[in-house]
């Protein structure tokens, strides 16, 4: 089955720096790979996906990249600010005909220093 | 529109009781899920539900049951506690045919003494 890997587990970078958090997965089948961002104490939530037929997608100060070949995609945050503070887990799936069973990678905890 | 709903928030049990977490949704999705959230091992997939009277294993379904309802509810029962099922408990609803994104509820946080 599919396995997700996730680096770093941890990081900490100064406001207003960039952050970008990498994935690997295993099963050439995966074609879609969102990312969810969960603050403390709180329910994930979708920040970002991408699907196979795309190498890169944005939406504001954040990206997302997709290489195939390499079987990485990778989550960038521009211009970080304090609210960007939470842990991001990325995640693949194939594409769903009915469920769709998402494999999640193991979390990176962002922290943004003032 | 609450979304995705979860109780009880929190629950304390001891090894061997039972015990069943209710979900519900009022979005109208087709496909709910169960997972289980451990430090430093993120999400990972129980049992899910593709649609009403149907449901299947997840990656880690041993020593659970679950219960699809109705459309709107799905709930995840635990038949003997023990305490590697200390975990937080998150229930998520998708509607695969209109987009991808999964809903989540609040969590349960259960511990198993």
């Known amino acids: 089955g599919e396995n997700v890997e996730q680096h770093p587990s941890t990081l900490s970078v100064q406001e207003g720096d960039s952050a970008v958090i990498k994935c690997t997965y295993s099963?050439?089948?995966?074609?879609?790979f969102p990312w969810y961002k969960q603050e403390l104490g709180k329910r994930p939530q979708l920040i970002i996906d991408i699907r196979s037929n795309v190498g890169e997608k944005k939406d504001q100060r954040i990206a997302v990249t997709l290489n195939k070949t390499a079987k990485h995609f990778s989550l960038h945050i521009t211009e970080t600010q304090p609210e960007d503070s939470a842990v991001y887990f990325c995640a693949a799936s194939e594409t769903p005909k009915g469920a769709q069973k998402l494999v999640f990678g193991q979390g990176t905890r962002l922290t943004i220093n003032p | 529109n609450a979304g995705v709903t979860q109780t009880p928030k929190f629950q304390v049990l001891k090894t061997g009781q039972s015990m069943t977490l209710q979900c519900a949704q009022d979005?109208?999705?087709?496909?709910m899920y169960w997972y289980r959230q451990d430090p430093g091992m993120g999400l990972r997939l129980i049992y899910y539900s593709a649609s009403e009277g149907t449901t299947d294993k997840g990656e880690v379904p041993n020593g659970y049951n679950v219960s699809r309802l109705n459309k709107r509810e799905f709930s995840l029962r635990l038949e003997s506690a023990a305490p590697s099922q200390t975990s937080v408990y998150f229930c998520?609803?998708?509607?695969?045919?209109?987009?991808?994104?999964?809903?989540f509820g609040p969590g349960t946080r259960l511990t198993v003494t």
């Open positions: 099963d050439s089948a995966s074609n879609y």
């Open positions: 979005m109208n999705h087709n496909s």
């Open positions: 998520a609803s998708s509607e695969p045919r209109a987009r991808y994104e999964q809903y």
